[in-house]
């Protein structure tokens, strides 16, 4: 057991002296528990690998997982960052100092501990000013949450004592974290920003700076098997106490009577008073995702210091801040639901340049899996994928090469040569789509997921809107199309004409369909959505 010690940081001025003790600490290669406006961190000098394994030690941390640089001012980031685009400074000006963290690519002189073996580093300026301070004394400090690895992350000194004391060199006690829930996520080191973790900077803030900004598979639904994590903290499990929790996605009311079944209650506040004869701990106000985010990861605690072994969670709103609550609660429970509703499976069609990618967004925003056919096409007909022997029996061998991969343009040219041999494609492809897609939206259903949607162009033609629940479809005046597809695929008016003149008309769709989408911009989704919204996605 190491000897910790206890350092006091309230404030900058009067407990100057603990916090020089502190930074003294981590220039020397120590790790000390420092405070931010987020959660307790465990820090250590982000560019000496010797001190930052300690980090990994004392948590008990996956090696591959990285850490967060954190920085007190801006021009520190040329020091870790290769490359800082245009948008870091936008983001940088409106929301560092605070709870954002971004994803770019790394220096080499940043140790590969530190970013667990990756070629990006995070980066992020805490707005706490005990954490600036002791930054601004010492170095850019490595800092994931202090808790060990996969308990709930330390909103006060007393969480931090509990789990870091013999373990860190120094815990410094600067009292309660305001937020409550770590930061919010994102990577620029892609296309398309991409939120990986939300957080105390909201999705809306964001795009507010960015333009589109997608969000994350893994926020609200469980990495699939064998799925790549883009962020490796998804794949492990987290926030999670000894008590089991499920999530109780439905009203009040179900919510009361299926509490029978379990001897603790996670629920908001006001509502203990139904539950005289269990363990009651409250997370916060129902309508007030502030007050969850700073209790969520006490309350998970509290649980297990009263005994808890079964407990029934409330399912908060997942807009706003409080998707970060819900990302942290469905991890604590590991994605298990007790649902008033079924999940159901949703069709996803329209002519193409109608928007069907815009609400597919705005769909997996509210917690949808999206299940993409073009992507299952792709991996069919991938590399070495065994459906190539199908197509190569029917097709000839040589849309094979030596190396397995496919011709495309070969396939094209024999399976489009006429009506016959196009359908015959479309008999070996379609149900292999179609089994595919519904066997990954049953496993997102059974792990928690509200709807599951298959986004397919050819729904109708393959028999699929016979196999899902409801079916949506998206479509838009034809000057609109006509421009985006111009703009999307880069050719002519006449092209695009001719491409659209190929394809169905409104009629086609909407008579088939449960749901229409007119969707003149990204903007109007919601309003078009919303019927579907309050039938199937809405937790009361
Ligand atoms: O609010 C916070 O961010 C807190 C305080 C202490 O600043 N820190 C924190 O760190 O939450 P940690 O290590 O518990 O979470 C960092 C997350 C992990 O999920 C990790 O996988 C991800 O950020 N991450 C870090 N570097 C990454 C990278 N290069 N690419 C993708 N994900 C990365
Ligand atoms: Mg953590």
Not at 122 to 128: E, G, I, Q, T
Not at 490 to 505: C, F, K, L, W, Y
């Amino acid at each position: 057991m190491k000897e910790t010690q206890i350092l006091k940081t309230y404030d900058v001025e009067r407990d100057i002296e603990d916090i020089k003790k502190a930074a003294e600490i981590l220039k020397n290669g120590g790790i000390a528990a420092i405070p931010t406006e987020t959660v307790y961190g465990l820090a250590a000098d982000a560019f000496n690998p010797d001190a930052v394994e300690k980090i990994f030690k004392a948590k008990g941390r996956p090696s591959d997982n990285p850490l967060i640089v954190h920085i007190s001012q801006f021009s520190q980031i040329y020091s870790i960052a290769r490359s800082v685009p245009e948008s870091v400074k936008r983001l940088a000006e409106k929301f560092w100092p605070g709870p954002l963290t971004i994803i770019l690519p790394k220096k080499a002189a940043v140790p590969s501990v530190t970013s667990g073996g990756l070629d990006t580093v995070a980066v992020r300026m805490p707005k706490n000013p005990i954490a600036r301070k002791i930054i601004e004394l010492s170095c850019p400090l490595a800092a994931p949450s202090a808790n060990i690895s996969g308990f709930p992350s330390p909103t006060a000194f007393e969480h931090v004592k509990a789990d870091m004391y013999g373990r860190a060199d120094a815990i410094c006690d600067g009292g309660k974290c305001g937020i409550g829930v770590e930061s919010t996520v994102i990577t620029l080191a892609e296309e398309t920003p991409v939120l990986l973790r939300p957080g105390g900077i909201t999705l809306n803030q964001l795009k507010s700076v960015l333009g589109e900004v997608r969000v994350a598979d893994a926020v609200l639904n469980p990495m699939g098997e064998g799925e790549k994590a883009q962020s490796p903290g998804m794949k492990y499990k987290h926030y999670a106490p000894k008590a089991r929790i499920t999530v109780c996605k439905g009203g009040f009311e179900f919510f009361k009577n299926a509490a029978a079944d379990f001897d603790s209650v996670l629920c908001f506040e006001g509502e203990e008073k139904f539950f005289p004869d269990k363990i009651t701990v409250t997370f916060g106000k129902k309508d007030d995702p502030l007050t969850q985010t700073e209790r969520l990861f006490e309350s998970l605690r509290e649980l297990d210091e009263r005994g808890a072994e079964n407990a029934l969670a409330r399912c908060p709103s997942a807009e706003d801040l409080g998707l970060a609550v819900c990302n942290r609660l469905f991890r604590a429970a590991g994605f298990r639901f007790l649902r008033e509703k079924k999940g159901i499976i949703a069709g996803l069609t329209g002519p193409t340049g109608a928007g069907k990618g815009y609400v597919s967004e705005y769909l997996r925003e509210l917690g949808c899996y999206i299940c993409d056919t073009d992507k299952i096409y792709r991996e069919l007909t991938g590399k070495n994928s065994p459906f190539l022997n199908v197509l190569s029996r029917n097709f000839g061998q040589d849309i094979i090469d030596g190396e397995g991969n496919l011709s495309r343009s070969l396939l094209a040219h024999r399976a489009f040569k006429s009506k016959d041999s196009q359908e015959k494609l479309n008999k070996l492809t379609h149900p292999e789509i179609l089994r595919i897609s519904f066997e990954r939206c049953r496993n997102a259903l059974e792990s928690g997921a509200d709807a599951a949607v298959i986004d397919a162009p050819l729904l109708f033609e393959s028999g699929g809107d016979k196999k899902c629940d409801v079916v949506i479809s998206v479509i838009c005046p034809e000057e609109i199309r006509l421009k985006r597809i111009m703009e999307r695929d880069g050719i002519t008016e006449e092209r695009a004409r001719e491409r659209m003149s190929a394809q169905h008309g409104d009629e086609f769709y909407t008579d088939k369909s449960d749901y229409v989408v007119r969707s003149y911009s990204p903007y109007n989704i919601c309003e078009e959505l919303s019927d579907f919204q309050k039938k199937y996605l809405s937790g009361e």
